[in-house]
């Protein structure tokens, strides 16, 4: 054991090409928390054998109740999706926050799209994806922070307080 405290971040932040589109993605402030923090990393989509890169997935509101769906395909993927993250979380084990990929079907964190059943209609976009919840019901005490939530310093202080228990100055942005 290292002493760092231990992170949950999405893969997308620079482990592997494993976004939908097949591209990088590149954040300053979490190539910071690997230094400072023992992290480890697992992507939901490729778990469940989405592939990529993959046709998108979405959130979708049917009968109340929150879905992942696949236009494309016409294919849900709700189950399998939270039976693996919950599969996966169980196994984390003592972790101290989650960095996680904002605007994802699956890391999201209420700023996710929701769209109504299989529209094209946009509800809401404070929705959450299905492995961030699973880490929210699972983990409810442990901070989560989304790149997105960088641009409000407060917030970002907050997650790296709680995380390393002090006032910390890792990078912002």
Same mark, same amino acid.
């Given at each position: 054991?290292?002493?760092?405290?231990? &992170?949950?971040?999405?893969?997308?932040?620079?482990?592997?090409?494993?976004?939908?589109?097949?591209?990088?993605?590149?954040?300053?402030?979490?190539?910071?928390?690997?230094?400072?923090?023992? &992290?480890?990393h697992?992507?939901p989509?490729?778990? &469940?054998?989405?592939?990529?890169?993959?046709?998108?997935?979405?959130?979708?509101?049917i009968?109340?109740?929150?879905?992942?769906?696949?236009?494309?395909?016409?294919?849900?993927?709700?189950?399998?999706?939270?039976?693996?993250?919950n599969?996966?979380?169980?196994?984390?084990?003592?972790?101290?926050?989650?960095?996680?990929?904002?605007?994802?079907?699956?890391?999201?964190?209420?700023?996710?799209?929701?769209?109504q059943?299989?529209?094209?209609?946009?509800?809401?976009?404070?929705?959450?994806?299905f492995?961030?919840?699973?880490?929210?019901?699972?983990?409810?005490?442990?901070?989560?922070?989304?790149?997105?939530?960088l641009?409000?310093?407060?917030?970002?202080q907050d997650?790296?307080?709680?995380?390393f228990?002090?006032?910390?100055?890792?990078?912002?942005?």
């Amino acid at each position: 054991m290292s002493g760092k405290p231990r &992170i949950y971040m999405s893969r997308c932040f620079g482990f592997e090409k494993c976004r939908y589109d097949g591209k990088d993605f590149f954040c300053e402030f979490a190539e910071n928390l690997k230094i400072h923090a023992d &992290i480890v990393h697992w992507c939901p989509e490729i778990a &469940i054998g989405l592939g990529c890169p993959r046709e998108k997935i979405r959130v979708v509101r049917i009968d109340g109740k929150n879905r992942l769906f696949q236009p494309e395909t016409g294919k849900f993927f709700t189950e399998k999706m939270i039976k693996a993250s919950n599969n996966y979380l169980k196994t984390l084990g003592n972790i101290d926050g989650f960095f996680l990929k904002a605007k994802s079907p699956s890391c999201g964190v209420k700023n996710t799209k929701l769209y109504q059943g299989k529209s094209d209609e946009l509800i809401s976009t404070d929705a959450s994806g299905f492995f961030a919840v699973q880490a929210m019901k699972l983990f409810p005490n442990v901070p989560i922070l989304t790149e997105e939530d960088l641009k409000d310093e407060a917030k970002t202080q907050d997650f790296l307080e709680k995380v390393f228990g002090k006032t910390v100055s890792v990078k912002f942005k």
